[in-house]
């Protein structure tokens, strides 16, 4: 293994590895730490659920993915989170970039959750999404998340204790090796790094190759491969993101409320597809149940896909949220969409979408999935994936999609992708 990643949640999981299969390197993905070991591979990502859990577990059990991701050989960690820099209002990023710098005897690392191709940039240590600072884009109403300051230096230095720097652009493109060796010189700890397009991310890439730890999202991935070749560590492989032709009746899930996932949902149902929602308030108080979902959808099946969800608009998430509790009505949904996607794969789904990472940590987990390869992107940052039904062995393809990914088309995109007829 040359590249151990630790992701703080299952799309963003996905994400990381789809840069990495892109570049040809042979990627599997583990939904948290196997207890038989993990697999073989030129990198192994170990998908996490710790972006919104206390950060006193979010630090332990990303320390326990750092030693297993050590013991089976990896040359350097990655710890990747969201390209929108999101984790909790104290913030986790900060404590678990420490916990790993301190085990690893690292002495400097970067941060950047830049992603071009999905519109993340960050220009002077802020982060833009689109022509958007963070601040006033959609993430500010997320409904666990909200990201109300778009200055990464700043927001990264209020988690922890470590001296954060900038990578300046400028820096970047002059001489990125000795703008790095400045801010160490300067005792900066944690340089957040700013970045336009793809070729600032393979510079980071290249300058940061042998570091003991990188912190990004996923953008930074995509110039590793090529640094490890030029370091003759490994060679592209052609066959890196190939999948098995899978058939059987489709459907989507989504729980995410973010811009992008709202925007796709319309779509979905301006096209005049089969769209069955969710109410928080209906389920707490038994009006609506998984069951009641189910019956209403399967019979759909056999006549086309389906698409479930909960996602809504800022107002609506808040009413709920008002009338339940901000945790409450996240864990029923979650916990809801997650039953569903059980019985539509119990009644022969096979090629299933899930939006959200909060939704797809939580149906991959009630589908017992233990491990996933990647294949080919369906858009920037979502790959299909291939897992093995536990009991029965056969394959099952899963699309897991970070709310704010992927255009108002994705949806229909995906399954024709993988051979759905709509």
Sequence with gaps: MILGVIADDFTGATDVASMLVRAGMQTVQVLGVPAEGLP????????????????????????QAMEALRKAGARQIYFKYCST?????????????DALMQALGADFTIACPAFPENGRTVFRGHLFVGDQLLSDSGMRHHPLTPMTDANLVRVLQSQTQQSVGLLRYDGLQKNAAGAVAQLRTEGVRIAVADALNNGDLLTLAEVCAELPLITAGSGVALGLPPAYQRRGWFQPSDSAAQLATVQGPVAVVSGSCSEATNAQVARWIADGRTAIALDPLALHTGAQTAESLLAEALPVLAGGPVLLYATAAPDRVKAAQAELGVEAAGALVEHTL??????????????????????????????????LRIGAPICPGVPWTQSALP??????????????FGGVDFFAEALRQAGAAL
Excluded: C, M
């Design 85 to 97: 820099f999101d984790s909790t209002a104290k913030g986790n990023i900060g404590p678990v970039t």
């Design 391 to 404: 009991q029965s062995g056969e394959p099952l393809l899963l699309a897991l999609k970070s709310g704010n």
């Design 40 to 63: 073989e591979a030129d990198a192994v990502v170990i998908a996490l659920k710790t972006r919104t859990i206390p950060a006193i577990d979010a630090v332990a059990q990303s320390l």
């Design 338 to 371: 997650a039953t569903v996607a059980q019985g539509l794969v119990q009644a022969g789904v096979r090629r299933l979408v899930v939006a959200g990472g909060e939704t797809s940590g939580a149906v991959v987990q009630a589908l017992a999935v233990q491990q």
